[in-house]
């Protein structure tokens, strides 16, 4: 079983500073193996399960709508990376712990072994203390993974050992703790739906509205084309947040979002986003995409849903003919096109864009889907798009030397790539917007706007507040 001590040691004879082992046979070893076993299971609540395991590091992906999930539970491995070159440390990292891996697939999973799941922070120089935890990049190798698609379900359990290790009486180790979640788990945890009394930190709109006002002035004097203005709202609670409550809101209220959440030490980042940054291959939302396969999200461009039917139809045509928020989305569309046709042989872009509808806010939304001239992992697909100018701004660098200027706090993961990669290198990644860092009795909320010429500082600052909204009656029970 694994235990708490962490050591950086070598990866297949290669000193490997961003590979972090935490199973006690294996440190100060001179090598390392992973052996990772796959076997189907009942059907298990993901939800149970993360409830289950309070007190492990920890992470939850459900994709309500598509009847996919995946609960990863401690940590067999952990890839890290900073700078510039974070993306290709850990994918660097990832191919070297697999290059001597001993894997047992099982036919079906749609998620080949070993799953790496994690994140990566929106700026690669940020850090801050609130953030302690989620480093610049961070991919969790997981002691056990459970993985739901439909009816059916599989269980991934991961060991890494010395050479001179046992690894099958690790992962019989493993296998036995697995046997007594699942067993618990024939209990599931009822998930109460109710208000949690808390006080939000009284905020002054004033400067953040400054701002956009500033950025529309160097948006027209065209240091710009569209910067991406982040407000972050801090929230005192009277007791600790029921994870489970809050995600259980997020799964029943937003089926079309991708929920997530990520829980290390006395912190958890969580969210229901609606936004892809793009996936490679896996099949399993689909069960049918090819290794070659992409899809993305071009999400740009809010306004409110109505009261009535009418309303909410005459809003989605106001916000389909809007110049400014037409303007703002084709300058998303015109990036990853940019970004992704010359990696594709075959790209289908819409040629206008449809509406995303949620319960709190609708998109101007334009998937893309395309086939890879040759294979390509997901992380370098990831660090070729991010950050889009939905999350960031254009042109990316001048919008991010902009973001560092003007935004008061450091975003962390918020609008960073979080998602997972597969024993194949294909995966999926969300852009984690709709999204909150709780730590304690302490929860920092966050909300993004993008700012072009015609933006105006009151129109934005309501935007935001209806973006606030989910995360708010996810901890609060209430929106406000």
């Given at each position: 079983m694994s235990g708490n001590s962490v050591t950086s040691v070598e990866a297949g004879g290669l000193k490997d500073p961003s590979l972090e082992i935490t199973s006690r046979s294996a440190i100060n070893a001179d090598g390392v193996t992973l052996t990772s076993t796959t076997t189907r299971i009942d059907t298990i609540d993901p939800l149970s399960v993360f409830q289950r395991t309070s007190g492990e590091e920890r992470v939850l992906w459900v994709e309500p709508a598509a009847g996919f999930s995946m609960v990863a539970i401690g940590a067999a491995a952990r890839l890290t990376g900073r700078g510039p070159e974070r993306f290709a440390q850990v994918e660097s990292a990832r191919r070297r712990l697999l290059s001597t891996a001993v894997v047992k697939q099982v036919e079906g999973c749609p998620a080949p072994a070993p799953v790496f799941m994690g994140g990566f922070s929106f700026d690669p120089a940020g850090e801050s203390p609130e953030w302690e935890g989620f480093p610049s990049a961070l991919l969790v190798l997981p002691?056990?993974?459970?993985?739901?698609?439909?009816?059916?379900?599989?269980?991934?359990?991961?060991?890494?050992?010395?050479?001179?290790?046992?690894?099958?009486?690790?992962?019989?180790?493993?296998?036995?703790?697995?046997?007594?979640?699942?067993?618990?788990?024939?209990?599931?945890?009822?998930?109460?739906?109710?208000?949690?009394?808390?006080?939000?930190?009284?905020?002054?709109?004033?400067?953040?509205?400054?701002t956009v006002t500033e950025a529309v002035n160097h948006v027209r004097k065209g240091a710009v084309d569209k910067l991406v203005l982040a407000r972050r709202v801090q929230m005192r609670l009277q007791q600790p947040v029921d994870l489970a409550e809050a995600l259980h809101r997020l799964m029943e209220g937003y089926p079309h979002c991708t929920v997530f959440a990520f829980a290390r030490g006395d912190a958890c980042f969580l969210g229901a986003t609606p936004e892809r940054l793009v996936r490679v291959g896996c099949p399993a939302t689909d069960g049918r995409d090819a290794p070659s396969t992409i899809r993305a999200d071009c999400l740009a461009g809010s306004a409110r849903r109505g009261v009535t039917e009418e309303e909410d139809r005459r809003l989605g045509e106001a916000l389909r003919a809007d110049p400014k928020e037409r303007h703002e989305h084709a300058v998303v569309v015109q990036a990853l096109r940019d970004g992704l046709e010359p990696l594709c042989s075959r790209l289908k872009i819409p040629g206008a864009p449809g509406l995303l509808r949620l319960p709190n806010v609708q998109h101007l939304h334009t998937p893309i889907e395309g086939a890879l001239r040759t294979e390509r992992g997901v992380l370098e697909l990831v660090d070729r798009l991010h950050p889009t100018p939905a999350a960031g701004g254009l042109p990316r660098d001048a919008a991010l030397t902009l973001i560092r200027q003007w935004e008061p706090f450091d975003r962390g993961w918020y609008a960073g790539p979080v998602g997972w990669v597969d024993g194949r290198g294909d995966g999926d990644f969300a852009v984690a917007i709709r999204s909150a860092l709780v730590r304690r009795r302490e929860a920092f909320l966050y909300a993004g706007c993008g700012i072009v010429a015609g933006s105006d500082p009151e129109r934005e600052y309501s935007e935001s507040c209806l973006k606030l909204r989910p995360m708010l009656w996810a901890l609060n029970g209430n929106a406000t």
């Open positions: 002691r056990l993974l459970f993985i739901q698609q439909g009816e059916s379900s599989w269980l991934t359990v991961n060991a890494l050992t010395s050479p001179d290790g046992d690894a099958q009486h690790s992962l019989h180790a493993l296998e036995s703790e697995a046997r007594g979640l699942l067993r618990e788990n024939e209990d599931p945890v009822r998930h109460e739906v109710s208000e949690s009394r808390t006080r939000s930190e009284s905020t002054d709109d004033s400067p953040w509205k400054a």
